[in-house]
C-alpha cells in the first residue's frame, strides 16, 4: 500500500510528518509534529474519494465528545483539496494487537478494567448525541504497558464512511468480505441492525459492540465467528457459547 504523506512534509505550514503508523480500510495515520506547540500528534488522512466525502462529518462528530476515554480531535483542515484529522498522538497499540501479541483472552480483571473504560466512553458519547457505530478493537487505544493503563476511544464517525464497503462486501459473499479489511474488523462486532439496516441505528448498537468485544476478551475469539458465517449468526443472535474460561476456573462462577 503507498504511504499518502513523506517524512518531513510540512502541512498547513505547521504539521510536519515524522513517520506512518498505521493504515485502516478508510485511513491512513501518521506520526506529526504541531511545529506551533512543539507537540507530538496524530495525523489522520482518507484513503480514499469516499472517506473524503466524509472526513469533515467525522471530525465534527469526535470534537463533541470530550472525556479521558476518548482521543481529542485538536484540529481539521483541508489542503490541496485533502482533507486533514488531527488527534492526540496515543503512546500504545490497538486492542487487537494487545490481545493478539500480549494476552487472549484477558484475564477477567484486567478485562474488566478495559470494559469500565469503555464503556465510560460509550457513555460520555451518547450523552452528546453520538452514535460510534463501529465499535472493535482496531478502533481501540491501550497504552503498551500490561495493565492497560490508558484506554481511549478513536475514529467516532468513521464508521459511516465504511458502510458502503461493508454493505458491497455482504452482497459479494465470503471473498469480498475476506478481501475487505473494513469488512473483516467490523462485522464481528455489529449488531444486527447495523446489517439490516444501519440507517436506523440507536445507541443499543454501541452497547451490542460492547457485549461483543467482552465477549472477545474473556473468550479469545468474537461471539459470532468471522467473515460471512458471522452475519448469519449476528442476524439470528443466538446466545454465544459460554467462554470456556468461565468454565476452568471455580473462582468465577457466580455466587448460588
Known amino acids: 500500500m503507498d504511504q499518502l504523506l513523506k517524512k518531513g512534509?510540512?502541512?498547513?505550514?505547521?504539521?510536519?510528518?515524522?513517520?506512518?503508523?498505521?493504515?485502516g480500510g478508510m485511513q491512513q495515520v501518521f506520526r506529526a509534529t504541531d511545529t506551533s506547540f512543539s507537540r507530538l500528534v496524530a495525523l489522520k488522512v482518507p484513503q480514499n474519494d469516499s472517506a473524503e466525502r466524509r472526513f469533515d462529518r467525522s471530525a465534527r462528530l469526535s470534537a463533541r465528545i470530550t472525556h479521558p476515554n476518548v482521543a481529542k480531535t485538536l484540529d481539521y483542515f483541508e489542503e490541496d483539496g485533502k482533507s486533514y484529522l488531527i488527534e492526540e498522538l496515543i503512546d500504545g497499540i490497538d486492542l487487537g494487537r494487545f490481545l493478539d501479541e500480549k494476552f487472549d483472552p484477558l484475564d477477567p480483571h484486567l478485562g474488566?478494567?478495559?470494559?469500565?473504560?469503555l464503556a465510560r466512553a460509550v457513555a460520555a458519547s451518547h450523552h452528546?448525541?453520538?452514535?460510534?457505530?463501529?465499535?472493535?478493537?482496531?478502533?481501540?487505544?491501550?497504552s503498551n504497558d500490561p495493565a492497560a493503563t490508558?484506554?481511549?476511544?478513536?475514529?467516532?464517525?468513521?464508521?459511516?464512511?465504511?458502510e458502503e464497503e461493508i454493505s458491497d462486501a455482504i452482497v459479494g459473499g465470503e471473498d469480498s468480505i475476506t478481501a475487505s479489511?473494513?469488512?473483516?474488523?467490523?462485522?464481528?462486532y455489529m449488531a444486527p441492525e447495523m446489517i439490516e439496516n444501519s440507517k436506523n441505528a440507536t445507541t443499543a448498537?454501541?452497547?451490542?459492540?460492547?457485549?461483543?468485544?467482552?465477549?472477545?476478551?474473556?473468550?479469545?475469539e468474537p461471539p459470532y465467528g468471522y467473515g460471512?458465517?458471522?452475519v448469519t449468526a449476528i442476524v439470528n443472535a443466538k446466545t454465544p457459547p459460554r467462554p470456556v474460561i468461565w468454565d476452568r476456573n471455580a473462582r468465577f462462577e457466580p455466587n448460588s
Do not use: C, E
Request: hydrophobic share 55%; aromatic share 8%.
Open 181 to 188: 479489511k473494513t469488512a473483516m474488523g467490523a462485522l464481528p
Open 128 to 142: 452528546v448525541g453520538v452514535i460510534h457505530r463501529d465499535l472493535k478493537p482496531g478502533n481501540i487505544l491501550v
Open 112 to 117: 474488566a478494567h478495559i470494559l469500565h473504560h
Open 228 to 230: 460471512l458465517k458471522a
Open 9 to 23: 512534509q510540512m502541512l498547513l505550514n505547521r504539521y510536519s510528518i515524522d513517520s506512518y503508523l498505521a493504515a
Open 150 to 162: 490508558i484506554v481511549k476511544v478513536t475514529d467516532f464517525g468513521i464508521a459511516k464512511m465504511a
Open 205 to 220: 448498537v454501541d452497547i451490542w459492540a460492547l457485549g461483543a468485544l467482552a465477549y472477545r476478551m474473556f473468550s479469545g
